[in-house]
Structures are given as structure tokens and as C-alpha cells.
């Protein structure tokens, strides 16, 4: 006998059809989860990246700020005036090396800073340095050539004292006589200590470099949000830092919009904002710093980030305050 063939019916093929439908749509329904899981997983290690860098770049100026070689002395003498006064980039007297500008913080560099956002200034000996082997008043001969250019702020310091000046001249044979005369930003022919109250120029007084006496450049960095120079709707954090007598912005990091500080006291172990530090000296004893970095929006945009995920902060210590 012939076996009778039979397909299969049209409800048969109904519901074959709605169980793949359902099948495939949960197919779906994971490639588009997985998807959008992605999508957030590149978005934080986009953000980890920006917080890693901005930890790397902010940290290395704030653990060397006020540090200034030869057993760090806080007796810091300062030459370096523009109109009769020291410039704010090189002003140590009113932060020993490390001062928070609370918002509104204004223009730094000619760049208006974020409405809200605070900026921090910092100052320190870095990089390589030079012993000093003989100095008569005016140039310091150094044991190899110099590190420091002419035109460059520097730092000259042993046991007690600490002189900050622009070199005016690198000669010698070697490169290894550096001379700091009254022209360009120096306003005082001596490099001895003036208590700051006192500061002016031409008052300060002579001085000697005892031996193991160091010269090195004078770093001076400010950190500060802006809006970013590719884009004016997205906000940047900002570096200015000193080059041969002046400051120079560099945009660090594009889509961060606000920047904050607070300042652990080594005597009260308490935080403090910038505005709040107001009694004497209260800087000198600024022994960390607490960042708080805020991504722009305008990044985060189609991004499935949580919000926790948008603020980076880090904690960063004063190598050279720490007992």
C-alpha cells in the first residue's frame, strides 16, 4: 500500500511561527542588552582612562608642592617681581608653595575659568638640579653645566635658606656659571631672606651658599577648568605652567567641567575648603589635597554611565609635609 503524505496543517505552522518569533525576539532582546552593556563598559574604561591620567598629571605637581631642596627649608627668599610686585605664578609668600583659589576664580592666564569651579596653584623645585661650588654676589659656578636656561626661573638653596630669581645669564667654559642680575624680572641684586611682610625690592639683604648648596628650576603649575579651545560648548581641565618667565595653558584633558578642593590641616587633621583657609601661615600646613573632577555632560551624551561613575576623586599627599 501506498503511504498517504501529509504536511503540516496551518495552525501547525502558526504556532511554529509565533515560538521562533518569540525565540529570535529573545535573541534580540540579549544582543541588544549585551549591546548596550558594552556600549556603558567602554564608556567607563574611557572614564577610568580620564581619571587614571588626570591622577598621574594633577598628582605629580601637588606631592612636590612648596618643596624647594636642601632639607626643604620654609624660609623662602623672592626676587621676582613684574611692576614693583610679584607676580601671582610666582608668589610663595602668601601659600608657601601651594594656594586654592576659590570660584569665582576669574581669568588665569587670560582664560576665564568655570563659574563655580575652583583652581589650585602650585610651586616647587623640580627636575634635575645643580651643586653650587662658589658664588660671589652676582654668579654661581656651579659643579656641571647648568640645568637651568637664561630667561628660566630657578631656585638656589642650602640648609637654611631658599632664593628664587630668573637667570639672567648661563656662561663659563662648561655652561656652569649662572648670573642673576637686576634686569628682566629680577628687581634685587641680593638673594637674602625677607620676612614677607617686609617684601619689596631692593631691600633684600646679601647672602652666602654654604656648601651642598643646590640650584634648580622653579616649577609653577595652576589647575583650572575652562571651556576647551577645539569647542567652546565642552569644558577642559586646564595647566598653566611657567616657561622662561611665563605661563603657558595647556588643555590636559577635554570634557571635565567642574573642579573642586579641600585641604587637610596637619594641626586639626580636618579638611578644609580654600575659602575657609584664612588664618596666618595656614597654608604651610596644607598636608594633602582631596580632588573632586567632574566629567562634562556633553561627553556622556547616549552613554548609559551612572552618575556615581561621572565624578572622579583622589586624595594626594605633600611628600615633603609628611613626617
Same mark, same amino acid.
Given at each position: 500500500m501506498n503511504k498517504q503524505l501529509t504536511g503540516f496543517t496551518l495552525v501547525e505552522l502558526m504556532v511554529a511561527m509565533v515560538l521562533g518569533l518569540l525565540v529570535l525576539g529573545g535573541a534580540l532582546t540579549v544582543f541588544l542588552a549585551n549591546q548596550t552593556t558594552g556600549r556603558a563598559n567602554q564608556a567607563l574604561a574611557e572614564i577610568q582612562n580620564t581619571a587614571r591620567m588626570a591622577h598621574l598629571l594633577m598628582a605629580h605637581d601637588i606631592r612636590n608642592a612648596g618643596f624647594t631642596g636642601c632639607g626643604n627649608s620654609p624660609r623662602v627668599a623672592n626676587v621676582v617681581a613684574v611692576a614693583g610686585a610679584n607676580p601671582i605664578w610666582a608668589n610663595w609668600r602668601d601659600g608657601q608653595g601651594i594656594r586654592g583659589l576659590p570660584a569665582p576664580v576669574g581669568a588665569i592666564n587670560g582664560r576665564n575659568a568655570n563659574d563655580g569651579s575652583e583652581a589650585l596653584r602650585v610651586l616647587y623645585g623640580g627636575g634635575r638640579s645643580n651643586t653650587i661650588r662658589l658664588y660671589d654676589g652676582q654668579t654661581l659656578t656651579l659643579n656641571s653645566p647648568s640645568v637651568v636656561g637664561a630667561g628660566e626661573l630657578?631656585? =638656589?638653596?642650602?640648609? +637654611? &635658606?631658599?632664593?628664587?630669581?630668573?637667570?639672567?645669564?648661563?656662561?663659563?667654559?662648561?655652561?656652569?656659571?649662572?648670573? !642673576? $642680575? *637686576? =634686569?628682566?624680572? +629680577?628687581?634685587?641684586?641680593?638673594?637674602?631672606?625677607? =620676612?614677607?611682610?617686609?617684601?619689596?625690592?631692593? *631691600? !633684600?639683604?646679601?647672602?652666602?651658599? +654654604?656648601?651642598?648648596? $643646590?640650584? $634648580?628650576? &622653579?616649577?609653577?603649575? =595652576?589647575?583650572?577648568?575652562?571651556?576647551?579651545l577645539d569647542d567652546a560648548n565642552v569644558s577642559s581641565l586646564f595647566r598653566a605652567s611657567l616657561i622662561n618667565g611665563g605661563q603657558l595653558n595647556e588643555e590636559v584633558l577635554f570634557g571635565v567641567n567642574n573642579l573642586q578642593f579641600a585641604y587637610l590641616n596637619g594641626d586639626t587633621m580636618a579638611f578644609q575648603t580654600a575659602a575657609a583657609v584664612t588664618a596666618a601661615n595656614a597654608w604651610g600646613r596644607v598636608i594633602a589635597v582631596n580632588v573632586t573632577l567632574t566629567l562634562d555632560p556633553a561627553i556622556l551624551q547616549g552613554t548609559e554611565v551612572p552618575a556615581n561613575a561621572r565624578t572622579i576623586r583622589f586624595l594626594v599627599s605633600l611628600r615633603n609635609r609628611l613626617g
Open positions: 630657578a631656585i =638656589a638653596c642650602d640648609e +637654611n &635658606l631658599a632664593s628664587i630669581f630668573q637667570v639672567s645669564q648661563v656662561g663659563g667654559a662648561a655652561q656652569d656659571q649662572v648670573q !642673576h $642680575m *637686576v =634686569a628682566g624680572l +629680577n628687581c634685587d641684586a641680593n638673594l637674602g631672606f625677607v =620676612a614677607p611682610e617686609d617684601w619689596a625690592c631692593g *631691600v !633684600h639683604p646679601a647672602r652666602n651658599f +654654604n656648601n651642598g648648596a $643646590m640650584l $634648580m628650576r &622653579l616649577e609653577s603649575v =595652576a589647575w583650572f577648568v575652562a571651556p576647551s
